[in-house]
Each structure stands twice: as structure tokens, then as C-alpha cells.
């Protein structure tokens, strides 16, 4: 794809500059009356500090002091612009980076121990011989056993640097023995898109779940194997999708504009703008597309279905989006810690900013979605707020809403009963994982071999574990209301099942085959 013609402002997600929010190196230069005055608040801060570190009565952190001090600045600012604290950084960076060095396994802390949900295909642990269900007790001699044992130390013994060394003790419960094994660690990616498969003959679908450096190769390579399948449609899955990199999203939306159609324009400060458009490149340009949107959807999805909407290039299915419409550049100190700070607005190609109100504070910002419930959107389009002031119209003449998010062309209310709003989170949560694999661990051996239709029937032609699921969830004492909701229930359950038996692409086969946007989808 060429980029020459795609003009990325300097205020993106990635930009990095490194310096001191409190204080710093001070060059002696003639300053202004307003600088003086800026200058003499950051000396009374690190005075402060200062003071308290050498003289208060008790023994006091000072780091947590700056952070909290840090992150009272950056509240009273926007939603958006935030303090990561350096022991969240690495794994927030990490998150974006789209690998890291270790062995390679799926796992949860099963009461004390280290339990693999999956070795991940084709990785070190896989390579070494460790199988699903496989307890870790200890790596090169420490143990990992314990009510102590953290997720934080975990990491810090199992990754490394690439081709180092671990030498773990297992404990294989199917075989009732425990044994050594010598794992070569190596890169892992951390997948931002979940899958790429066809629905059917001509339709092929994309679920992306963030926008992280390796986004857009991965989104690619899904596309490029699907065109090759014969898909001629294409649904792409942006619902729970929170953002991440500005240009993964323009890069992603290119493959699908025609040359020179404008993707998004931002918007800083001091009014300068800057616009990105498509080049003549894309691969998926008259195929015809779906996007697929929920109220989780924000930011870097927002970008893709602003972009898909306002070029008429395709149907956006879904629920109105979350409604963030702030571009964030990352600030690093020494320590590792960052702050991401909000230096733009972007706009849609029609000039809508679909930013939501955050005039009334973080708290209520971010309790967004009890409103939508509490006033029925998640559930009839009429009952969605739009100020007529924010209408745009695209080239066709389509009507389109700034203000709060984007609204899309067709509405699908969200699946489960009135009142279990909570149950699609629950369902595509590690509280599912972990329960499937408790069942599967109780007697592995009952399902070695079976298909996947096998797998369907015996799940979902009995109650047993959907009442065990209940159980474990403990819905009793719980406003969850999971048998009103019962087939949706067991249909995550089933696809759990298949995506630890067999794979990621059984998961997506059962998750899929009742979804309602999906078969919305299907129809246009």
C-alpha cells in the first residue's frame, strides 16, 4: 500500500516526547510575566514534595504522592488525557506492541496454582510437549505455588529475552505425574484480530479487537485470505473495540475508499488541520461492506465507520458508539510512567465530531451506558438522543448525527432480556474461560476426540452445564438472570467448549451462527 498521498498529522496516538510534568532542567532566558508565574507553581510543587520527603512525622511514599498529584491534573481536564503508572506501562505498551518474549501459553491462577487453558498453536510451550490442563509448579526451581502468587510475577519468570531458557516443572493431572521440560522462549503475538472466516460462500468477516501496531498487517493478511476464498462481501467487527492507533484505523479504512475520498481530519489547538485521504491502493474498494458497531465501540472504530458512513461506502449495523472523538499523543518520564495527554479533535469526512459531553464530569461520562439503558436505546432507535443542530448529510444525501457517537444506518437492540444488559460482557468473559475449563479439567478424557457437532449436541441438548455455569457465576444471590436468557447462555458456552478443544475458528462457527447483527449483515 503506497502512503505517499496519506497525510498523518503529527498529533497521533504514537507520537512519543520524553520530559518532566513536575519540574525539570531550567535554561536561563529572558521568560514572560505568564512564564515566571507557570514557573514559580512547579517549583511550589516540587518544593512541597521536597519538603514533605525530608521533614513530615511518618514515612510517607512520595512517588504515590506525584502520581496522585499527576492524575488530579489530568482530571480536571478531559476524560481522556490520563496517568499510567509505571507498573501498569509495560503492560499497557506491551498491549499495543502486539508481542512479547515468553513461552507462550493461555493461563489462569486456578485457586493457588498455574493453570494452561491452551499452549498457543505453534509456540514454545506447544513445541516442548505442554498440553491443556497442565498445572506449572515452578520455573528454573522457584516455586509457583501459592495464595501469594501475583499475575505481576508470574510474567516476570516467564518471559524473557528471545531464545532464553526456562526449565518449568509440570504437574499433569490426566496422567497423575509431574515431570521437567526445558522451554526455548521466544516472540508471542498478541492478536488484535480475532479471526478472519467466511460466513458463507461469498461473505468473508474480520473481528478486530484493538488497534495496536501489528493491526493492519494482521487485518491484511485476514483480508488477502479471504478475497482468495471468493469473498466478494465483508463483515467487519468493530463492537467492543476501545480504540488504539489513529493510523491503523486509516490504514484499515484505505483498503476499502477509493483514491483521494477523505478518511478523517483533526483538529488542534491552535485551529491548525490536518486531513488524511485514501490513495489508489486498496484491495476491497467496490466489494460491499458492513460494519458492525456497539456502545463499546470507540475512538479507532469510531474513525473506520465515521469514514465508512460519510463516503457511502457501506451499511454501519449495530447500536450507536461509544462517542469519543479526542486524539491523545503519549507523553514517557524516566521511570516508564506515561501520561496521555488530549492535543486534538478528529472529524468525519462530512465534519462531524462525534465526541460526547463530558462537561459533567468523568464519572458521569463513563456511566454513559446506564443512561441509554435507563432511556431504551440499547433497545428501539427512536429512543436515541440526536440534536437536530448536529445533522451532516453525506454526498448521497444521507442524513448523519454529530454529537455523541456514531448512529447507524440499521439498529439491532441488544440480545438478552430486559434487565441482563450485563449477560453479553459475562458471556465473552474470563469468567466463561475459566468455567470451561474447570468442566474440561474435572474429566478431560470425556470429550477427547469428539467433533464439533459432537461437541454442540452435548452441550446444548442438556441443562447440565448451563446449570453448572449458574452455579459458578453464582447468579443465586445475583440480579443475573441467566434462565431467562438460556439458548444465548449456551450458545457461549458451547463455543467455549469448541474454542478449547478445537480452536479459535470453531469458537467463532457457534458464537456467530445466531448473532443478530451478523444475520442483519447477511441480509444487506
Known amino acids: 500500500m503506497k502512503v505517499d498521498k496519506v497525510y498523518f498529522p503529527l498529533i497521533i496516538f504514537t507520537a512519543i516526547a520524553v520530559g518532566f510534568l513536575l519540574g525539570g532542567t531550567f535554561i536561563k532566558a529572558p521568560v514572560s510575566e505568564k512564564q515566571n508565574a507557570e514557573n514559580q507553581t512547579k517549583r511550589k510543587l516540587n518544593k512541597l514534595i521536597d519538603f514533605i520527603d525530608s521533614d513530615y512525622v511518618d514515612e510517607v511514599n512520595t512517588d504515590s504522592i506525584v502520581d496522585q498529584t499527576v492524575n488530579g491534573i489530568l482530571e480536571k481536564l478531559d476524560p481522556h488525557s490520563v496517568y499510567i503508572a509505571k507498573n501498569e506501562a509495560e503492560e499497557v505498551a506491551q498491549n499495543m506492541k502486539g508481542n512479547f518474549v515468553g ?26 510437549g505442554i498440553k491443556a490442563g497442565d498445572r506449572i ?23 524473557g529475552e528471545p531464545n532464553s531458557e526456562v526449565t518449568l516443572l509440570i504437574f499433569r493431572k490426566s496422567e497423575n505425574k509431574k515431570f521437567k521440560v526445558k522451554v526455548l522462549r521466544n516472540v508471542i503475538p498478541v492478536k488484535s484480530v480475532d479471526i478472519a472466516l467466511m460466513l458463507n460462500k461469498t461473505t468473508g468477516y474480520i473481528k478486530i479487537n484493538r488497534f495496536a501496531e501489528t493491526t493492519y498487517t494482521e487485518f491484511k493478511s485476514g483480508l488477502n485470505k479471504l478475497i482468495k476464498q471468493g ?86 449495523i449495530g447500536r450507536r458508539s461509544f462517542g469519543k472523538g479526542l486524539v491523545q499523543r503519549e507523553m514517557q518520564f524516566d521511570d516508564k510512567s506515561t501520561v496521555r495527554l488530549t492535543v486534538a479533535r478528529y472529524y468525519t ?128 444471590e445475583s440480579f443475573i438472570d441467566l434462565d431467562s436468557n438460556k439458548n444465548y447462555v449456551k450458545r457461549y458456552l458451547t463455543a467455549e467448549f469448541c474454542r478449547q478443544l478445537l480452536g479459535e475458528n470453531q469458537y467463532y462457527q457457534i458464537a456467530l451462527k445466531d448473532d443478530m447483527m451478523v444475520k442483519e449483515a447477511l441480509k444487506h
Open 231 to 316: 469473498a466478494k462481501s465483508l463483515v467487519l467487527d468493530l463492537r467492543n473495540n476501545g480504540g488504539g492507533y489513529l493510523e491503523e484505523a486509516v490504514f484499515i479504512s484505505d483498503e476499502f475508499l477509493k483514491d483521494e475520498k477523505l478518511i478523517v481530519f483533526t483538529k488542534n489547538r491552535k485551529g491548525r488541520i490536518d486531513k488524511t485521504f485514501a490513495t489508489d491502493e486498496g484491495a476491497f474498494e467496490n466489494g460491499k461492506l458492513t460494519v458492525l458497531i456497539n456502545e463499546n465501540s470507540a475512538s479507532a472504530s469510531e474513525i473506520i465507520a465515521g469514514a465508512i458512513q460519510d463516503n457511502d461506502r457501506g451499511l454501519i
Open 349 to 476: 469526512p462530512t465534519g462531524r465530531s462525534i465526541q460526547k459531553s463530558y462537561k459533567e464530569g468523568n464519572e458521569e461520562y463513563f456511566n454513559d451506558f446506564m443512561h441509554r439503558y435507563q432511556n431504551g436505546e440499547l433497545y428501539a432507535k427512536d429512543s436515541i438522543k440526536v440534536a437536530d443542530t448536529l445533522k451532516f448529510k453525506t454526498p448521497k444525501g444521507r442524513i448523519v448525527y454529530g454529537g455523541g457517537g456514531i448512529v447507524p444506518d440499521i439498529f439491532v437492540p441488544i440480545e438478552t432480556a430486559k434487565g441482563n444488559e450485563i449477560i453479553p460482557l459475562l458471556m465473552q468473559s474470563g469468567a466463561v474461560t475459566n468455567f470451561v475449563f474447570t468442566e474440561l479439567d474435572a474429566n478431560r478424557n470425556t470429550f477427547k476426540g469428539m467433533s464439533m457437532q459432537q461437541i454442540v449436541a452435548k452441550i446444548e441438548t442438556s441443562d447440565v452445564y448451563f446449570n453448572n455455569f449458574k452455579h459458578f457465576v453464582n447468579t443465586s
Open 103 to 128: 513461552i507462550g501459553v493461555n493461563f489462569f491462577i486456578d485457586k493457588d496454582t498455574v493453570a494452561v487453558i491452551q499452549p498457543i498453536a505453534g509456540g514454545p510451550s506447544e513445541k516442548a
Open 137 to 159: 509448579l515452578s520455573a528454573n526451581g522457584e516455586m509457583l505455588l501459592g495464595k501469594k502468587i501475583t499475575t505481576e510475577k508470574l510474567y516476570s519468570k516467564l518471559k
